[in-house]
Nanobody, 119 residues
Framework: QVQLVESGGGLVQPGGSLRLSCAVS????????MAWYRQAPGKEREWVST???????GYADSVKGRFTISRDNLKNLVYLQMNSLKPDDTAVYYC?????????????WGQGTQVTVSS
């Protein structure tokens, strides 16, 4: 089965940086797109950034200019470089992928990694 595992979260001071990673494993034919979402306590999960197979990227206004999404196709990894972090960035960050495999095209979620921005 396809699995997504996030890593790289932790505690960081305001203005600091973190890089999140998402590793995809399993019987993969093609990764159509990968994205990052986040969810703060008491709030709905929100979209953060997306990268598609052609390399195009998109960002939520709240992170534009501070976050950068990238991927390593050979290793099936996607990254989220987060700079100039703010307390409002505190959330569980989830990796999401649209993947075509032997059983068809499906959307998958990782378990999430906690990012806490605090002094």
């Amino acid at each position: 089965q396809v699995q997504l595992v996030e890593s790289g979260g932790g505690l960081v001071q305001p203005g600091g940086s973190l890089r999140l990673s998402c590793a995809v494993s399993g019987s993969i034919v093609r990764i159509n797109a990968m994205a990052w979402y986040r969810q703060a306590p008491g709030k709905e999960r929100e979209w953060v950034s997306t990268i598609i197979s052609g390399g195009s990227t998109g960002y939520a206004d709240s992170v534009k200019g501070r976050f950068t999404i990238s991927r390593d196709n050979l290793k099936n990894l996607v990254y989220l470089q987060m700079n100039s972090l703010k307390p409002d960035d505190t959330a569980v960050y989830y990796c999401n992928a649209d993947i075509f495999s032997s059983i068809g095209t499906h959307n998958y979620w990782g378990q999430g990694t906690q990012v806490t921005v605090s002094s």
